[in-house]
């Protein structure tokens, strides 16, 4: 999973090199056809309206703004959609090179959200060059229709709970939950589910690009981010000034091979989940004294009691509902996404073996998007039905169960990842007939895009990456040797000059560069036993980081 606020798992549906092959020739056609299309719409207009605010309910300087584009490129006269655009402006107009679109992955990352209450804060040093643009795609966030199931995601969803085993799976009861999900998705839903694709972003994105008078658009993207990147690429060769890819996904692998997918990125997890515990051991002292010589035995010890006893979490009081086994593995998952949360993971462990598993709580209800007056946002939806309609998904619901036994006996803490979660997918039944799915090979007479990939990525393990350049063809790669999803702009000041030189410039950094990660794992301040019921600053960027793996 990329993603999703859940990590519900990575999977495309299956597929063959024979099948990409028979494609090509296709393919390369509707590549052609986008710049027509593109061309029979009308660049829409975009009337900016301020919209964003700091935590203080300040002006933070963004702008908002809503394009009207067709619903389905082939109609454009037909039914629209409200995209929603936010934009943060250089800071330095004089020597302004243009504007940055920046995706934060998912599908389903609500960047539009994250720059209204940050403004150009993560990005600032591109912030000074570029105005900052975001854009909700179609059907998700504040852009209109938004995808909405409708249902309580830990209830009835790709990542609900309680999450089966082959020692106790109803088999009946688990795809019955899966196609009332499904049912209910497509009740609470119209057209849009046809229309979600990532090449349909893509050509709202080449639309939007020219609505903000760029020539050539400039773009930063992560994880899911990265398919996005390379879709338009792929679609418009001539149409981007600079693409960087940071945490990419194995482009064709995501489209076609989806069980090999998701196998690949749970495992990585279960490997950054062993590097979490050998950093523990090493500095108990960032650990927040969590497990001692043994964080390993002491995390299993500590699943196994709370799946017996669920732990209570008295301090978070929008939801003090206690903390079970599948709780702990949900709020591991996520804060393995970021090196950065290391220490926030620690902390609510320690402070769990204590008896109170009120981070962790805090941490669960972030990642199903629970909002403290108990109602759900609808990521997860968005995440599914994105990925739903243009992957090749199994069609066989035995494939779902046989690769959930599969990761259950391979995988003992992140199962859960692939699998029997991704039965709703294999009962899906719309497909967006305008995605594009490859080739992604980058001509060389267009620019080269700069792929970023970290060694130990828990989410788009590194050997996919490498996999992607190799499929561009046209790509240079800058290797961060670290922990977590997404180089840029937290992990190194290695990373950081290679990218801002590119994106400013359009300078590449020399071929093979390697950057060692400088994030340190540290305990949150304030300690551990004075955390506030709500975290406070010990989870103040959160959210934007959550936002980041969607």
């Not at 934060?104 to 209204?116: E, R």
């Not at 591109?126 to 643009?133: G, K, M």
Request: charged letters at 20%; glycine letters at 10%; one cysteine or more.
């Amino acid at each position: 999973m990329l993603l999703g606020p859940l990590l519900a798992a990575l999977v495309a549906g299956g597929g063959s090199a024979a099948a990409v092959e028979d494609r090509t020739v296709e393919d390369r056609a509707l590549g052609d056809r986008a710049v027509e299309e593109r061309r029979d719409v009308p660049v829409p207009e975009l009337a900016w309206a301020a919209c964003g605010t700091t935590p203080e309910g300040t002006a933070a300087g963004v702008q908002c703004a809503t394009a009207t584009l067709p619903i389905d490129y082939d109609d454009p006269d037909g039914e629209q959609v409200g995209i929603a655009v936010a934009r943060v402006p250089a800071r330095d107009a004089a020597n302004r090179v243009g504007s940055l679109f920046v995706n934060l992955g998912g599908p389903g990352g609500t960047i539009v959200d994250v720059l209204q209450r940050g403004g150009g804060r993560t990005w600032a040093a591109l912030n000074q060059r570029f105005d900052l643009v975001g854009v909700a795609p179609r059907g998700v966030g504040q852009s209109t229709p938004a995808v909405d199931c409708q249902v309580n995601p830990e209830e009835l969803g790709v990542s609900a709970q309680p999450f089966p085993t082959p020692l106790d799976i109803d088999v009946d009861a688990h795809v019955a939950r899966a196609q009332a999900y499904v049912d209910s998705c497509l009740a609470n839903n119209g057209d849009i589910l046809a229309h979600v694709s990532t090449a349909n972003v893509a050509r709202d994105m080449d639309l939007l690009r020219a609505a903000v008078g760029d020539e050539q658009l400039t773009y930063l993207g992560y994880s899911y981010g990265t398919f996005l990147g390379a879709t338009y690429a792929a679609l418009f060769p001539e149409g981007y000034r600079a693409l960087v890819l940071d945490s990419p996904v194995d482009l064709q692998q995501y489209v076609d091979d989806p069980l090999a997918n998701g196998t690949a990125q749970t495992a990585a997890f279960e490997r950054e989940l062993q590097r979490f515990f050998e950093a523990c051991a090493k500095d108990q002292g960032a650990c927040s004294g969590f497990g001692g010589a043994r964080p390993s035995t002491a995390y299993d010890a500590l699943v196994a009691l709370a799946e017996r006893a669920p732990i209570p979490a008295p301090r978070h009081e929008a939801d003090p509902r206690p903390v079970d086994g599948d709780d702990i593995r949900v709020a591991t998952t996520t804060l393995l996404y970021s090196k950065q949360l290391w220490g926030i993971l620690g902390a609510g462990l320690a402070q769990a073996a204590a008896g109170d598993a009120s981070v962790l709580r805090l941490v669960v209800d972030l990642a199903y998007n629970r909002q403290n007056d108990g109602s759900y946002a609808p990521g997860s939806d968005q995440f599914f039905a994105i990925s739903a309609a243009e992957r090749h998904w199994p069609r066989d619901i035995d494939a779902y169960l046989d690769k959930g036994a599969e990761s259950w006996a391979a995988f003992p803490h992140f199962w859960y990842n692939s699998g029997y979660s991704d039965t709703p997918w294999g009962l899906w039944p719309v497909r967006d007939e305008d995605a594009y799915e490859g080739p992604f090979t980058v001509p060389a007479s267009s620019p080269t895009p700069l792929v970023v990939a970290t060694t130990y990525d828990p989410a788009t393990p590194y050997n996919g990456g490498v996999r992607t350049v190799h499929e561009l063809g046209n790509a240079r790669l800058v290797t961060m040797r670290g922990d977590g999803h997404g180089a840029y702009p937290a992990g190194s000041p290695c990373v950081n000059a290679a990218v801002e030189s590119y994106l400013v410039d359009l300078t590449l950094p020399a071929e093979g560069l390697v950057c060692e990660q400088t994030t340190p794992f540290t305990a949150p301040q304030p300690a551990p036993a004075e955390v506030p019921a709500d975290a406070g600053a010990l989870l103040d960027d959160l959210g934007a980081l959550l936002a980041r793996i969607r």
